[in-house]
């Protein structure tokens, strides 16, 4: 335990351990949005087509975040568009749009003279070399993405689950399906730079599968989803730290890890006796 | 009695097909109608329509006013049971305190008049001790009392079901057309069912769905009438033919 509270001396350890808080607390929330609504698919499309956006930066001599945030929510507001309206087929359309945005930001990576510093962290992240400037932004989206929960939640169920009847009831569906997709786009390329466009989807499932082991309440599955997000990326952190292994993965994998623990755990108690099972909440 | 809706020469469908057309109906206080007809007749159309899902192509949907009146809708609606996704983290009171919203404002929290009301019909449908459970964790019959539950908790006038009868067993079958009957007083009901034997028996009046609407203010509708009306409804693959169905009568 010594060597964990040497490293919190470190400022790069602390700044990892805000932006751990703030990409546990937005991916705990969004993703259960996400994997309630079956819009995991939809997720992955808007993430690799902000790769486009993260080369054209690179291209463009701007932030690469930035060029990632332009491209994540177009993206996002062009799949909510097309699947109402074009005659497409939704899941191949996504696809089409995921394989895009790579390709895009392949040619522009390439077509940029010189060398691409950096371009490994935005494939897998690296939650260490977050900067004040990254916690900044993080923050910003962070409380936007609390404040909007916190205040819309009863609305939010409510056009989640039954989209039709809520439809019915005159409530404004179409403006919160905008609203909250583009919140999945922005908690995706804030956290891009914590664990990487090849590994932000697990970041916004593996905490709401674990959640979903003791709960099948949305608020709920929320509260334990940030929770469990939390003890994964610390987990994670440390390992990083002390084998010197990527952070990224190592978070992905304490989940995952985290998630088989207990899954046994509940499905082994519940062969052992037909009353004994994990807590529910 | 004045009454809730007339829908008024309408037709309806979508951009590029036109599923009904020149449809007309009113629905009154103390109506029960059965909406019958073949699959892709138009009966959901129909529906969806009438749920405001659906603009009109043309003609209209007049609301009286006591359907208009406060915030709120008056028509409650129950789905198909497996249009629900059952995997959805969300308790059976949340389900059905939903029902509530569209008198609500944008934020806010439900009120605890809100929740008896929602606790006290809960009882009444002796479904109270699943309040706690997950939507997952429900039986098809179940469930479907749930979403009752949610039609019924803003006191609708108009109640619209889609085919209740599909997915659930026949227990709980005969006992929703039984509290279906005792609704009746309180409100009107229409009812949509590609099962014509069974629902002609509970209903008071029948329209018949198929590309146009033929109401019959009776629940008493012979083979010859549907074959005039060109409603091929799924009487022969039933086999044994409901007697209600057959009964011949005068106009």
């Not at chain 1, 945030?69 to 074009?86: N, Q």
């Not at chain 1, 897998?124 to 989206?141: D, E, Q, R």
């Not at chain 2, 079958?173 to 009812?191: C, P």
Request: charged share 15%; aromatic share 10%.
């Amino acid at each position: 335990m010594d060597s964990l509270a040497s490293i919190f001396q470190f400022g790069f350890f602390q700044n990892a351990f805000w932006a751990a808080l703030m990409a546990s607390i937005t991916c705990g929330l969004v993703g259960t949005y996400i994997v309630s609504r079956r819009i995991v698919f939809i997720s992955g499309g808007i993430t690799h087509a902000s790769f486009g956006g993260i080369g054209l930066g690179y291209f463009l001599g701007i932030n690469p975040i930035l060029g990632a945030l332009i491209f994540g929510v177009l993206s996002a507001l062009g799949i909510e568009f097309f699947t109402r309206k074009a005659d497409v087929r939704e899941d191949s359309a996504i696809a089409m749009l995921w394989a895009f945005g790579m390709a895009i930001g392949i040619i522009f990576v390439y077509l940029t003279p010189g060398y691409a510093p950096n371009l490994m962290s935005y494939l897998f992240g690296n939650i260490l070399t977050v900067s004040a400037g990254n916690l900044l932004f993080m923050g910003l989206i962070t409380l936007a993405v609390i404040a909007f929960f916190i205040t819309f939640f009863r609305m939010i169920l409510f056009v989640s689950f039954d989209e039709e009847f809520a439809l019915t009831n005159n409530a404004p569906v179409r403006l919160f399906n905008l609203v909250l997709i583009s919140l999945v786009a922005l908690t995706i390329v804030m956290n891009i730079r914590v664990v990487g466009i090849i590994l932000v989807m697990s970041l916004l499932t593996i905490p709401q599968a674990i959640s979903n082991i003791f709960t099948r309440n949305f608020g709920t599955m929320m509260i334990l989803s940030v929770i469990f997000a939390f003890i994964g990326s610390m987990a994670g952190l440390l390992f990083s730290y002390s084998f010197n292994i990527p952070s990224g993965a190592s978070i992905i994998f304490a989940l995952v890890i985290l998630f088989g623990i207990l899954k046994l755990g509940s499905v082994g108690l519940e062969r052992l006796g037909k009353n004994m099972r994990l807590p529910r909440v | 009695m004045e009454s809730l809706l007339e829908i008024r020469n309408m037709s309806a469908g979508y951009e590029k097909k036109v599923v009904l057309s020149n449809v007309n109906l009113t629905v009154n206080p103390e109506d029960f109608i059965g909406v019958i007809g073949p699959n892709g007749g138009g009966k959901t159309t129909l529906l969806k329509t009438m749920l405001g899902l659906l603009p009109p192509i043309k003609g209209e949907i007049v609301f009286n006013e006591s359907m208009r009146e406060g915030s709120h809708h008056h028509i409650g609606y129950l789905p198909q049971v497996n249009r629900i996704d059952k995997k959805f983290p969300i308790t059976v009171f949340d389900v059905v305190r939903s029902g509530l919203m569209s008198r609500k404002r944008l934020v806010g929290r439900y009120s605890r008049e809100e929740n008896e009301r929602t606790a006290d019909l809960l009882q009444k449908m002796g479904i109270y001790a699943l309040r706690k459970k997950a939507v997952g964790e429900l039986s098809g019959g179940q469930l479907q009392r749930v979403l009752l539950c949610r039609a019924l908790v803003n006191q609708p006038k108009l109640l619209i079901l889609d085919e209740p009868n599909t997915y659930v067993d026949n227990k709980f079958e005969r006992e929703l057309y039984e509290r279906l009957r005792i609704l009746n007083k309180d409100m009107a009901i229409m009812l949509v069912s590609h099962d014509v034997g069974t629902i002609t028996s509970y209903v008071k009046t029948i329209a018949c769905v198929n590309r146009n609407l033929h109401y019959h203010p009776s629940n008493k509708i012979s083979t010859e009438q549907l074959a005039a009306y060109e409603c091929p409804i799924q009487i022969i693959s039933h086999g044994q033919i409901p007697h209600t169905v057959l009964l011949q009568h005068d106009h």
